[in-house]
């Protein structure tokens, strides 16, 4: 490591380390190929791609590429002009202004890796098409890389139709929860109609520059497809745009992985694959097995007409895209509803808001805090520890109505006065919130009474016992992880302060 750093100095070794990804200090030549890609530009196929072979007689499905570019000025760090901020860290960014690919004609027969994995999978049974392999134990990859690993089995298609917007897809993300999550949402005699849920991002800067990670919230979308794989009627994957704030973006200032890294949080309006029509043949037959010309006598695409499809069983999308956002994060086994409607239905079945405030998204790749290192966010850290656990699911099910909420939305639902009780149940949780995150327990009428900052709460977590002064939250003998029982007797006090409230 000594002699590499003299030989090549900080950023020389940052770039090698970045290739290294076994870290033995020797690239292999596998590990060199995004370099020699760069410099030849010839890109050899994959192994995973020279496997398949072409059906000649096989369908081909078109598809076209919408995208918007991120709104700038929805970043954070946009309100001081990007202040402190080199141009270069953001030129990936800024200079990504269309799609990498805005059309691109695939093989039918290559959307197999959406179909599932036994054909007795009852409606909205999830399944993993890339199962996720990181958790809060296992940690997060490395930041410090600009080129994608070569993708195999079924990461190609992913890694394909993702291609189509940048040319550096990730189709594994570097936290927790990664991968691809899918179910069926509807099914015929001869096809499904597949609901999918695709965690990934993109590294949009090169050497010399540093790294510099998009991270979508998440894609979804689903497929119309023969249960054989030949025929596929309808395609569409999109980043959801119903939030405000919907990509995270992490760049790191120096070459090393504990470099200082800046995080924000934007909005982009679309990115989106959508297929112009169903799949057609590449060839077509007569009767007699002879090649017919696939235009008409007047220079004309023969138009085909397609059977209309007699849906057996079929559950709602909003269904599915729970049941897949539930595989994701498991947390969200409990409803989280939207800020006013929690406060309707608190008021209703008489019981506490548990809220949770937020910088970024609870339930996406968005819930990450600005933080100097390369950290698991406080967001991230909660979803998948305390709120995933059994003790606390139960306890929120039985007492509370659960909602998160951005700061963002809650401070233009505070300046909105044409609801002025909206308007005060923002004020009032506002008032009690501390950067990244604060858990709030209230009154349908918004009085909060018992809230915690999620950096005070992790701090005191990780600290043994005997060594926590507070009284105010104090650990049960009865579960292992403090966590939990820290988290637990939050909510327990929360009832309790709220009692005198809700006596009739």
Known sequence: QELALKSLGNEGLFLFSSLDTN?????????????????TGVAPASESEEEETPDPDGETLSIVAKFQPLVMETMTKSKDGFLGISHVALSGLRNWTAPAAPMSVLPARQFKAFLPPK?????????????SELNIFTGYLSNNRFYPPPPKGKEVIIHKLLSMFHPRPFVRTRFAPQGAVACIQASSSFYYTIAFRIHAEFQLNEPPNFPFWFSPGQFTGYIVLSKDSSHVRDFRLFVPNNRSLNVDMEWLYGASESSNMEVDIGYLPQMELESTGPSIPAVIHDENGNVLDSRDPSGEPIQFVFEDISWQQEIPWEEAAHRLEVAMYPFKKISYLPFTEAFERAQAEKKLVHSILLWGALDDHTAKPPVPLPVPGSGRTLRETVLESSPILALLNESFISSWSLVKELEELQSNRENEFYSKLAELHLEKY???VEMIICLPNGTVVHHINANYFLDITSMKPEDVESSIFSFSTNFEDPSTATYLQFLKEGLQRAKPYLQP
């Open 23 to 39: 870290k033995d200090l020797y690239l292999s030549p596998e590990e060199f190929k995004p370099i020699a890609e760069k410099l």
């Open 434 to 436: 501390n950067f990244p």
């Open 119 to 131: 054909n007795n999978l009852d409606l909205g049974d999830p399944w993993w098409i890339i199962p």
